[in-house]
């Protein structure tokens, strides 16, 4: 964890997600000290945002890691996440997990990453430096997305993270 990818993190959701009007609560580095008995890891999380219904059917919780240059997203962090995310009830929260980092993603972060995703479930978020510095989230990643991108919720940066890391390139028609 660094403090600066976090602030950046912390000020594009606040800047980006609709949930700004909506007060929404953003914590920066949460110790988890589990209840006796209770089968989660002990670990951080270096932010939690927590979205109100706000019309939604349910709260939105955004958890993740965020690492500066150089850091690394391992099976480990990979693991305490999804322990996390599957301890909130599925009838009243959106878990959603985010991964950010100041450098590009390595296939083996973007391996480990992909595990946390089910068939019809996105839940993973992924951003880098390309989405953390500029004002909108994707306006560098228009080229590769192929249109202008917003994301306005954790559904919609899901959805692009599956977009640019997880689904497989079209196969070119042979000519």
Do not use: W
């Not at 912390?10 to 980006?16: A, D, F, G, I, S």
């Not at 089968?39 to 939604?56: K, M, Q, S």
């Not at 973007?110 to 993973?124: C, F, P, W």
């Amino acid at each position: 964890m660094g403090a600066v990818p976090v602030s950046l993190l912390l000020q594009q959701l606040m800047r980006n997600f609709d949930f700004v009007r909506s007060d929404g609560v953003f914590l920066p580095s949460y110790c988890l000290n589990p209840k006796a008995g209770v089968a989660l890891p002990t670990c951080e999380t270096d932010f939690v945002v927590i979205l109100p219904r706000n019309g939604l059917d349910k709260t939105q919780v955004v958890i993740g890691e965020s690492k500066d240059r150089g850091g690394s997203i391992d099976a480990n962090d990979v693991a305490n996440m999804r322990a996390i995310a599957d301890a909130f009830p599925k009838d009243r929260f959106d878990v959603f997990i985010l991964f950010a980092k100041l450098s590009p993603f390595t296939p083996d972060e973007i391996a480990h990453a992909r595990t946390l995703n089910a068939q019809y479930e996105y839940r993973v978020m992924l951003l880098t430096d390309q989405e953390l510095e500029p004002y909108h989230l994707y306006e560098r990643r228009a080229g590769e997305l192929g249109t202008e991108q917003y994301a306005t919720n954790p559904k919609d940066v899901a959805r692009v993270t599956h977009r640019l890391y997880f689904m497989e390139p079209p196969v070119q028609p042979l000519t």
